[in-house]
């Protein structure tokens, strides 16, 4: 099979069979082998129902329903999952990413050998205070942090080898971050495109403000995660060892001044009412709890298994 374009959505009934048409369209102009897999992540219109009469007209349309709303990052992974296109597309199904740029999409990763190329919408029809200045700012944060010179990480409008797609977990809220993820696990080959970005033309955006923080705060625990993800201890047992050590280090010299001054006879006041006695005994506390810390994290990563964090309620031609 050529092509995979998988859809997560959330209540966009209407504009379903107009996105259908579109892409089967363009794969049947283009002589495409493919299969579009819709993602229903628990919408309480009349989403399912589209899919289902979608599935009965054309046999290469998939579907997947989610028990109740589990967000995008999910719907992604059920996608990816059941995709057997050589190349992965994926888009929103609002109408805001075009399937018109699905021939070069795929061009640029079945002839060019790209591992991933990541849509730009460089003209983009959001409200400017609300999308775009925010966009820019989590963008240029996110490029600092990954190292990728992308310009548009949030893009819905992507492009995947199978084998990448099939290699990335997405989970909790990273599905932002699937390029940095990508590249975590060895896909260097990972390119941009400027594409082609729509006004919404039916229903309202699912995402408010809030989007960016969790953006933000995902960052971090990705950048973190990219770096000791798979060797807690590193970053755990480092600090708790340099905690424990200037805790020790530090009880230590206080002891051995206050029997230095006992035994010349010189004033001292009690241990316990030296303010340095109770950082050290912090340091070590704390010093002791960030190496165990790294200690059971190591445990977890060896001993966890691939769990799913979504509940499917049904398919349709998987």
């Not at 989590?138 to 819905?156: E, I, M, P, V, Y």
Request: glycine residues 8%; contains cysteine; hydrophobic residues 40%.
């Amino acid at each position: 099979m050529d092509i995979s374009v998988v859809i997560p959505l959330l209540n966009e009934d209407e504009s379903l069979q107009e996105l259908h048409d579109w892409i089967a369209k363009v794969m049947q102009s283009n002589h495409y082998l493919y299969e579009i897999i819709f993602i229903d992540d628990g919408s309480t219109d009349r989403s399912w129902n589209v899919i289902e009469k979608l599935s009965q007209e054309n046999n290469s349309v998939k579907g997947i329903r989610f028990q109740k709303n589990y967000g995008k990052s999910q719907a992604l992974d059920a996608g990816f999952e059941l995709a057997k296109g050589d190349v992965v597309i994926t888009m929103d199904a609002d109408l805001q990413d075009n399937p018109d740029e699905i021939p070069e999409l795929y061009d640029l990763i079945f002839k060019e050998d790209f591992d991933l190329i990541s849509g730009w919408k460089k003209k983009r029809y959001d409200n400017v205070i609300t999308k775009n200045i925010p966009s820019k700012l989590f963008n240029a944060a996110a490029r600092k942090t990954s190292g990728l010179k992308l310009h548009d990480f949030n893009c819905g409008l992507k492009a995947y080898k199978n084998l990448v797609i099939k290699t990335v977990k997405v989970s909790g809220e990273m599905h932002r971050y699937i390029p940095v993820l990508a590249k975590n696990e060895g896909f260097t080959k990972i390119g941009e495109k400027v594409v082609q970005h729509q006004a919404r033309k039916y229903g309202v955006t699912k995402f408010g403000m809030e989007r960016f923080v969790n953006g933000f705060l995902d960052l971090i625990t990705i950048s973190f995660l990219s770096k000791f993800g798979k060797r807690p201890m590193h970053f755990f047992g480092l600090w708790g060892t340099f905690m424990f050590l200037f805790g020790t280090t530090s009880a230590f010299y206080i002891g051995v001044v206050k029997l230095y001054k006992l035994y010349n006879g010189s004033s001292t006041i009690l241990v316990t009412n030296n303010p340095w006695f109770f950082i050290a005994l912090t340091a070590m506390v704390l010093g002791t709890l960030l190496f165990l810390s790294g200690f059971i994290g190591e445990l977890i990563i060896k001993s966890k298994g691939n769990i799913k964090h979504y509940t499917i309620k049904g398919k349709l031609n998987s």
